[in-house]
């Protein structure tokens, strides 16, 4: 299978290109800027790019990359008759959750970025004749992370003390070679097409545990201490740490018969690893 990969170059795609090249399988990286899209040769699509949270981005930026390039992949995929597995967020169902969230929940994006996100897979699902998978993962975290993971693992690192001891949550996340395995699966199972999943880890984790376990992976005991989360919430972003975000993955495990080939504590091993040769 030769797979043709937007976004081939960032955090995902360099992991999916791997493990493509593991499996035997071919990848080309596809420009989605240029105008005429060539799909020759290709068996599938899978379109990574996207404008995630780089600040600076107005609107019109936003819309024209994370929706307005994924219709024209797209519609080149339709064209050339080829399954595109789109990569969405858990964000398009909004950022907290009471109980595990799952595909059928109201998609109800809370942010410009989420909301491009829902308008990308409302613009996929009108192409006539497009073999259509929606992967919606939440924070992907691994070798080559970012943003908030990133300053995470540094603060733990660094041995700062943190005041999460007192939250109670439940977050779900995925390791990128996990969700690379995912998107595999997507494109070799035909009942994929047609359908959105959300893909996790397994058991969802809260920020306390997790802070403990990355940071027994960095060698660095998590230093944490109590302190009030209604006090901690009014810091912005801080409810991204208290509130939770689960998100129950049955029917991706059930339709496609998938398991992560990696868990928890391998992938935080692995981030670790990377952060400490870095």
């Known amino acids: 299978m030769r797979v043709a990969v937007t976004g081939a170059s960032g955090f995902i795609g360099r992991t999916l290109c791997g493990a493509l090249a593991r499996s035997q399988h071919g990848s080309v990286a596809l420009d989605p800027r240029i105008q005429k899209l060539n799909l020759h040769g290709a068996d599938a699509v899978v379109h990574l790019a996207a404008i ?137 199972t035909p009942q994929a097409i047609g359908r959105s999943y959300l893909v996790c880890d397994g058991a969802a984790v809260s920020t306390p545990e997790l802070c403990r376990k990355l940071g027994g992976a960095l060698g660095r005991p998590a230093r944490l201490f109590p302190f009030p989360v209604a006090a901690l919430e009014l810091l912005p972003g801080a409810r991204k740490l208290t509130r939770s975000l689960e998100i129950d993955d049955t029917a991706l495990r059930r339709d496609l018969d998938w398991r992560a080939p990696f868990t928890l504590e391998q992938g935080l091993r692995a981030t670790a690893d990377w952060y400490l040769r870095r």
């Not at 019109?60 to 789109?86: H, I, M």
Request: with cysteine.
């Open 52 to 188: 995630a949270h780089r600040r600076g981005v107005d609107a019109a930026e936003l819309s024209r990359v994370n929706v307005d390039l994924a219709a024209r992949v797209g519609e080149a995929a339709a064209a050339a008759g080829v399954p595109l597995v789109f990569m969405s967020s858990v964000k398009v169902h909004g950022e907290e959750s009471i109980a595990p969230l799952t595909e059928s929940a109201a998609l109800a994006p809370r942010d410009a970025y989420a909301e491009s996100k829902a308008r990308a897979e409302q613009a996929l699902r009108v192409i006539p004749g497009l073999k259509l998978v929606v992967l919606r993962p939440p924070l992907v975290y691994g070798p080559g992370v970012k943003a908030n993971f990133l300053a995470l693992a540094s603060a733990l690192a660094r041995g700062l003390p943190l005041p999460f001891a007192s939250i109670a949550n439940r977050r779900s996340l995925v390791y990128v070679a996990n969700l690379a395995d995912a998107i595999l699966h997507c494109m070799a």
